[in-house]
Nanobody, 123 residues
Framework: DVQLQASEGGLVQAGGSLRLSCATS????????IGWFRQAPGKEREAVAC????????YYADSAKGRFTISRDNVAKTVALRMSSLKPEDTAVYHC????????????????WGKGTQVTVSS
C-alpha cells in the first residue's frame, strides 16, 4: 500500500519555526515528485511546495517563498518541509503527496496523499 505519513505538527507562535517530515513507503520513491499542500477549514487545498524526483526543480507557492524550504532524501525516502517566520494564516492541515507534475497548482496533479498533520500558528 502507498503510504505518506506526515510527522506531528503542532502549535507555534507567530514568527516561529516548525519542521515537518513526510515518511513514505509502498512506491518507488525516486520515480515521483513529492509535494506539500495544505487545507484550512472552509478553504480549498493550497499547493505549498514541491520537489521533482531528480531535485532538478523546486516550486514554492508565493505564500511560501522565502519562508519555507522543501528537501528530499532519496535514501531515507522522506521529504521535509522547514517552515520559518510562520504567520497565523499558515494555520492548516498539511499533507504530503506524490505528484505527476511539480509546478504551479500541483494539487491538480496528485496521485496519493496522506492524512495530514495540523499546524496552528497563534498570533
Amino acid at each position: 500500500d502507498v503510504q505518506l505519513q506526515a510527522s506531528e505538527g503542532g502549535l507555534v507562535q507567530a514568527g516561529g519555526s516548525l519542521r515537518l517530515s513526510c515518511a513514505t513507503s509502498g512506491f518507488t520513491f525516486d520515480d515521483y515528485a513529492i509535494g506539500w499542500f495544505r487545507q484550512a477549514p472552509g478553504k480549498e487545498r493550497e499547493a505549498v511546495a514541491c520537489v521533482t524526483s531528480s531535485d532538478s526543480r523546486i516550486y514554492y507557492a508565493d505564500s511560501a517563498k522565502g519562508r519555507f524550504t522543501i528537501s528530499r532524501d532519496n535514501v531515507a525516502k522522506t521529504v521535509a518541509l522547514r517552515m520559518s517566520s510562520l504567520k497565523p494564516e499558515d494555520t492548516a492541515v498539511y499533507h504530503c503527496a506524490t505528484l505527476r507534475v511539480c509546478g504551479t497548482d500541483f494539487t491538480r496533479a496528485m496521485n496519493y496523499w496522506g492524512k495530514g498533520t495540523q499546524v496552528t500558528v497563534s498570533s
